[in-house]
C-alpha cells in the first residue's frame, strides 16, 4: 500500500498474514531522486581512480557484512513470503556473487594494450559514471546486487530503486555499502521514471516485467542511455526419452517450478514429456510433490511454498487454472498444506494435464504456482512447441546422455539451458545469464555480466605514422 503525499510512505504488509505491517518507507519523488543521482555522481568521481583492488576490497567487506546483518533473511522472508531457508540461501548466494566479482573483478576491468606491425593500440575499461538500477521483489537481494556489485567493481556509483513489494531487506542490504556510492530511492514507476530519465544517469539496469521494460526502454531511449533488460521467461522443460527419472531428480523437477510459489524469471514453467512415458512421469511428479512440495507459512521450518506477492497475483494465478479446467484440461492440488489458506495470499500448487499451447497456462509466463504437463511425440516437434512465443529466457532439457543432452540444448532459443536440473539448482556464478527474444538484452553473472558496466575506450598510434613508418596518403583507408 502507497500513502500518498507530502511524507508518502509504502506500507507493506506480510502476504502470509494479512493486516500484519513488516516496515515502512519514504516514497521518493523527483527532487529526491535528483539529490540522489547528484550525490552519486559527486562520490564517483573519487571513486573511479581507486585501483581495481582496492574497489575489489570494498566489495569483500560489503559481502561479510550482508552475511554478519542479523535479521535480514527474517525480514525478506516477511515482506517477500519467501519461506526463511530460501531467504538465508539468497543472502548467502549474493555474497558469495560479491567475493566472485571482486576475485575477477580486476583482471576483467584491466587495461589490454598491444604493440605490434600494426602499430600502438591501449584499450581501456571506463565506467559509466552513474548506474541506476530498479529491481523486481521477487528475488530483491541477488538481482540487486547483481547490478550494485559489477558496478562498483567497475568504478561507477549507484542508485538503486527496489520493487515497493519488497524494499526492506534490499535496504538494509545496502547499507553494507559506502553509502556516498550507493544510494536508494522508493517508490513505484513515479519514482522509478525520474531515475531512468535523469540526464546524469549513464547507464540502467533493469530486471522486471514486459510493462515497464517498455516504458524504462521508451525513457532511456529519449535520453540516450543505454539499458540493460532482463525480462520475463516462460521456460520449457523437455524430458527426452533416456531420461534419468528417479527421486531425487523428480525432486529437483519438482521445486524449479514452486520455488518462490513459482514466482521467479527463470521457473520450470512448462513440462515436456514423452508421450510413451506420460502417466509414469504424471505419477512420479505426484508423488515427488508430495515429498517437496509443503505450503506455509514462510517462517514455519519445513514451510518449501509460501504465499504469492499479492491478492491480485493470487486471482490471476487461479484465473489461469480455472480457464484451463473450463476447456477440459484436469487439475490435481499438488503436496501438503500447513496453514489456513485464507490467512494471506496462498495458492494451492497445482499440476494442469490436457491444457492445449494455446492456453495462456502454456504460451504466457503464469508466474505462480501452477505448472502444465504436456505431451509430445517427436524431439523436432517438441522443439517447435518449445521455442514458439515471444519469450526465451531459460530452458532444460534431461537425458542421462550428456552429449544427447548438449545436442538437443543447441536448438532452443534460450539465453541459458539447464541440464538435468532447473532454476536456482542449475545456477553458476561463471555463466551469463539473460534473455534471447523479448526476454530482454544484456547479461548477469559471468565475464559478461561483469562487461555489461564498462564501455571499453581506445587510444591507437598507427605503426604508418611513427618515426621511420611507411607513412599513407592524407585521408586514405589502412590497408
Ligand atoms: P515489475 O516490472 O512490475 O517491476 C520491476 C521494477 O520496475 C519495480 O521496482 C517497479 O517499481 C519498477 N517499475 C515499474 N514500472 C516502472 C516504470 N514505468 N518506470 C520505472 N520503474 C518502473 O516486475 P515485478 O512484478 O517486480 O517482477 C516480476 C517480473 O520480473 C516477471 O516478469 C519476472 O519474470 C521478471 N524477472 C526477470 C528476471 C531476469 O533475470 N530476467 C529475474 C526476476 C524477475
Redesign the pocket.
Known amino acids: 500500500m502507497t500513502r500518498a503525499g507530502p511524507g508518502a510512505e509504502i506500507v507493506r504488509e506480510n502476504p502470509a498474514r494479512l493486516g500484519e505491517t513488516v516496515g515502512r518507507v519514504p516514497v521518493a519523488d523527483a527532487a529526491d531522486v535528483d539529490r540522489a543521482v547528484r550525490a552519486a555522481e559527486a562520490a564517483q568521481r573519487d571513486w573511479r581512480d581507486v585501483p581495481a583492488a582496492g574497489r575489489a576490497e570494498v566489495l569483500r567487506r560489503a559481502a561479510g557484512a550482508v552475511e554478519a546483518a542479523g535479521g535480514t533473511a527474517v525480514l525478506l522472508a516477511r515482506e517477500s513470503g519467501k519461506p526463511l531457508a530460501d531467504c538465508e540461501g539468497e543472502i548467502r548466494f549474493a555474497a558469495a556473487y560479491l567475493r566472485w566479482v571482486a576475485d575477477h573483478a580486476p583482471a576483467a576491468y584491466a587495461d589490454r594494450e598491444v604493440d605490434d606491425a600494426a602499430g600502438r593500440l591501449l584499450l581501456r575499461h571506463r565506467p559509466y559514471g552513474v548506474v541506476a538500477a530498479?529491481?523486481?521483489?521477487?528475488?530483491p537481494v541477488i538481482?540487486t546486487l547483481l547490478k550494485v556489485g559489477p558496478a562498483l567493481a567497475a568504478g561507477n556509483a549507484a542508485v538503486v530503486?527496489?520493487?515497493?513489494?519488497a524494499p526492506l531487506a534490499v535496504t538494509r542490504v545496502l547499507e553494507s555499502f559506502p553509502p556516498d556510492l550507493v544510494h536508494v530511492v522508493h517508490?513505484?514507476?513515479g519514482t522509478?521514471?525520474p531515475?531512468?530519465a535523469h540526464p546524469r544517469v549513464h547507464r540502467v539496469a533493469?530486471?522486471?516485467?514486459?510493462?515497464?521494460?517498455r516504458?524504462?526502454g521508451a525513457?532511456a531511449a529519449e535520453a540516450v542511455t543505454p539499458a540493460v533488460l532482463?525480462?520475463?521467461?516462460n521456460d520449457p522443460v523437455v524430458l527426452l526419452d533416456d531420461a534419468r527419472l528417479d527421486d531425487a531428480a523428480m525432486d529437483r523437477l519438482v521445486m524449479a517450478s514452486f520455488a518462490t510459489a513459482g514466482?521467479?524469471?527463470?521457473a520450470a514453467k512448462r513440462v515436456y514429456v514423452p508421450r510413451s512415458r506420460f502417466d509414469d512421469v504424471r505419477d512420479a511428479y505426484v508423488a515427488a510433490a508430495a515429498r517437496t512440495v509443503v505450503l506455509g507459512d514462510p517462517l514455519d521450518p519445513g514451510t518449501t511454498v509460501g504465499p504469492v506477492i499479492s491478492a491480485d497475483a493470487a486471482d490471476r494465478v487461479r484465473g489461469l487454472v480455472t480457464g484451463a479446467t473450463r476447456r477440459g484440461a484436469s487439475a490435481v492440488a499438488l503436496g501438503a498444506v500447513r496453514v489456513d489458506l485464507a490467512r494471506g495470499h496462498f495458492v494451492r500448487p497445482t499440476l494442469v494435464t490436457g491444457a492445449g499451447d494455446d492456453a495462456p497456462l502454456v504460451a504466457d509466463?503464469q508466474?505462480g504456482p501452477v505448472v502444465p504437463l504436456l505431451p509430445y511425440d517427436t524431439e523436432d516437434e517438441v522443439l517447435a512447441r518449445a521455442n514458439a512465443g515471444e519469450l526465451g529466457?531459460g530452458a532444460s532439457v534431461w537425458s542421462a546422455d550428456e552429449d544427447r543432452a548438449f545436442a538437443f540444448a543447441r536448438g532452443f532459443e534460450a539465453g541459458f539451458t539447464f541440464v538435468n536440473t532447473h532454476n536456482r539448482t542449475g545456477m553458476s556464478l561463471r555463466a551469463p545469464?539473460?534473455?534471447v527474444k523479448r526476454?530482454?538484452h544484456g547479461r548477469?553473472y559471468g565475464a559478461e555480466g561483469l562487461l555489461e558496466y564498462v564501455q571499453t575506450c581506445a587510444v591507437h598510434a598507427p605503426a604508418a605514422f611513427r618515426a621511420g613508418g611507411a607513412g599513407m596518403g592524407a585521408g586514405a583507408y589502412p590497408s
Open positions: 530498479i529491481t523486481p521483489w521477487n528475488a538481482l530503486k527496489p520493487s515497493p513489494l517508490g513505484g514507476a522509478g521514471r531515475l531512468v533493469f530486471t522486471g516485467g514486459a510493462a515497464a521494460a516504458d524504462i525513457a532482463e525480462l520475463g521467461g514466482q521467479v524469471c527463470m509466463e508466474f529466457l545469464f539473460g534473455g526476454s530482454g548477469e
